[in-house]
C-alpha cells in the first residue's frame, strides 16, 4: 500500500531528477554542437531541416543514476535495501550506460547496423545474466512454464524494446512522450502488484525524461540519440517485466504486450516491409508510423497528438488488464487499435498489402506445381503515390516467352527520396 511519506519521497525525488536532467540537457545543448553531436538532415527520412543537437539521453542516464545512488545511501519509506536492491540496480545501470556509450558512438560516428545489434544483445544477455528473467508466462488463464528457453525469450523481449523506442525515434516529441506514458503505467502496475521499488524507479525515470521534454517538444532544440532511445528501451523493458511479475517469476504477459503495442507494432510491420519488399531489415524508410502520421495528419503536433492518445489508452487498458485480472481486455483493446490503424488508413495497409500479396504468390505457385502449367506469375504491389509502374513491367516482360526468361528483376532508385526499390 502506498502512504503518504512514500508519495511525498517520490515527489521530492521526482522534482530532483526533472530539475537535474533540465538543467544537463541544457548543457547539452550548447555543448553538442561545439564537438559535432549533431543530427544532420538527409531530404530523406529525416523530419528536421536544420542540424539538431544530439546526447538528450546521456542527460536523462546521468540524472537517473545520481538521484537513484542519492537515495540508496538514505534512509527511504519505499523499502529500498542496498544489500537485497543495489546489485540488481547496478546490473541494469551497467547494462544501460553500455547502451548510452555505443549509443554516443554511433551518433557521432555512424556505427554498422549489425555492430549496433550486437551492442544491443550484449546489453540483453547483460541483464538476463542478472537476475531479470522470467521463468512462467500467464496468458489467457494459462501458465505456460518456459524452462530453458525462459532466459532466450527474456533476451528477444529486450532486444525487441530496446529497438521498439529506437524505431520510434523520429518525430519530435515522441520517443519522449512514449517513455513518460510508459514510466507511470509501469508505476501503477508494480504499486498493484507490491514491486514498490520498481515503482519508485520508474517515477524517477518520468521526471527525468519530462526534464528532457521540456527541449524536445516540437520544435525540438535536442534529440534523444539512440544512446537515449536504446537505454530507454532496455530500461522500460525491465521494469514492465519485473512490475508485471506475480508469485514465482510467472509474467503476466498480456498487460505487458498491451502496454508496448504501439512500439511493437512499428517495429513488427518495418520487419514485413522491409522482408517482403527484399531490403535488408537495417534499411531505413518513411513508413514509419510517425511518418504516416505527419503525412496523413499534416504536421507535428497532430500527429504527436495522436501518438499520445493511442499509448494513452493502451497504458490505460493494460493498467485496467492487471485490475479486473481478464485478459481478454488486452487483446480485445490491441486488436480493436490494430483494426483502427488499418481501417482508417493511418499506417498498416501497405504492410497488409504485402502479405497478401506474398500469400497469394505462393498460393499461385504452389497451383502452377501442381497444375504443371506453364507460364510466367506476375504480381504488383504499389506502397504509397499515384503513379502505376505496371506499364513499364508489362513492357519489360513481354520478350520473357520469346527468351524463354523464367526470372526477371527490376531494381529502381528514387534519387529524390534516396530509396531503392525491388520489382521481381
Same mark, same amino acid.
Given at each position: ?57 546521456? !542527460? =536523462?542516464? @546521468? $540524472? ?7 537515495? +540508496?545511501? *538514505? #534512509?527511504?519509506?519505499?523499502? &529500498? ?120 524507479? !520508474? =517515477?524517477? @525515470? $518520468? ?7 521540456? +527541449?524536445? *517538444? #516540437?520544435?525540438?532544440?535536442? &534529440? ?201
Amino acid at each position: 500500500m502506498v502512504t503518504q511519506p512514500m508519495v511525498i519521497y517520490a515527489g521530492a525525488s521526482a522534482a530532483a531528477a526533472l530539475a537535474m536532467s533540465a538543467v544537463l540537457t541544457g548543457v547539452l545543448c550548447w555543448l553538442a554542437p561545439r564537438i559535432n553531436l549533431l543530427d544532420y538532415p538527409d531530404a530523406r527520412r529525416k523530419l528536421h531541416s536544420r542540424p539538431i543537437p544530439l546526447g538528450g539521453g546521456l !542527460a =536523462i542516464f @546521468l $540524472a537517473l543514476c545520481f538521484v537513484l545512488a542519492g537515495n +540508496f545511501l *538514505l #534512509p527511504n519509506p519505499w523499502g &529500498f535495501h542496498i544489500q537485497r536492491d543495489w546489485n540488481d540496480l547496478l546490473v541494469l545501470l551497467l547494462a544501460s550506460g553500455w547502451l548510452v556509450g555505443v549509443g554516443l558512438y554511433d551518433d557521432r560516428f555512424n556505427l554498422r547496423g549489425r555492430y549496433k545489434l550486437l551492442a544491443q544483445l550484449l546489453a540483453a544477455v547483460l541483464v538476463v545474466g542478472g537476475g531479470y528473467s522470467f521463468d512462467r508466462i500467464d496468458f489467457l488463464g494459462f501458465s505456460i512454464h518456459l524452462g530453458d528457453f525462459g532466459p532466450l525469450i527474456a533476451v528477444i523481449w529486450f532486444l525487441g524494446t530496446i529497438n521498439s523506442i529506437n524505431l520510434l525515434d523520429g518525430m519530435d516529441g515522441q520517443a519522449g512522450t512514449l517513455g513518460v506514458i510508459f514510466s507511470v503505467s509501469i508505476a501503477s502496475m508494480a504499486c498493484l502488484t507490491g514491486h514498490f521499488a520498481v515503482a519508485f524507479i !520508474a =517515477i524517477v @525515470l $518520468a521526471a527525468a525524461i519530462l526534464g528532457f521534454l521540456i +527541449f524536445n *517538444l #516540437p520544435p525540438a532544440k535536442i &534529440f534523444l540519440g539512440d544512446a537515449g532511445s536504446m537505454f530507454i528501451g532496455l530500461v522500460l523493458g525491465v521494469l514492465a517485466v519485473r512490475a508485471s511479475i506475480k508469485g514465482p517469476s510467472t509474467l503476466m504477459v498480456a498487460a505487458v504486450l498491451l502496454l508496448w503495442s504501439l512500439p511493437m507494432l512499428d517495429t513488427v510491420a518495418a520487419i514485413i516491409r522491409r522482408k517482403l519488399s527484399r531490403r535488408s531489415l537495417y534499411t531505413t524508410d518513411r513508413f514509419h508510423l510517425h511518418h504516416q502520421f505527419m503525412e496523413k495528419l499534416g504536421n507535428n503536433v497532430r500527429a504527436l497528438f495522436v501518438v499520445t492518445v493511442l499509448a494513452f489508452a493502451m497504458a490505460c487498458a493494460a493498467v485496467a488488464t492487471l485490475v479486473v485480472g481478464n485478459d481478454l481486455l488486452a487483446v480485445g483493446c490491441g486488436l480493436t487499435m490494430v483494426v483502427g490503424l488499418v481501417a482508417t488508413g493511418l499506417f498498416g495497409r501497405a504492410e497488409c498489402r504485402l502479405l497478401w500479396a506474398a500469400l497469394r504468390k505462393g498460393g499461385r505457385r504452389v497451383k502452377t506445381v501442381f497444375s504443371r502449367a506453364d507460364g510466367c506469375i506476375c504480381e504488383g504491389l504499389q506502397l504509397s503515390g499515384r503513379g502505376t509502374w505496371q506499364h513499364l513491367w508489362e513492357q519489360l516482360i513481354r520478350p520473357a516467352s520469346q527468351y524463354n526468361l523464367v526470372y526477371a528483376r527490376i531494381d529502381l532508385n528514387d534519387s529524390h527520396l534516396r530509396e531503392n526499390y525491388v520489382g521481381e
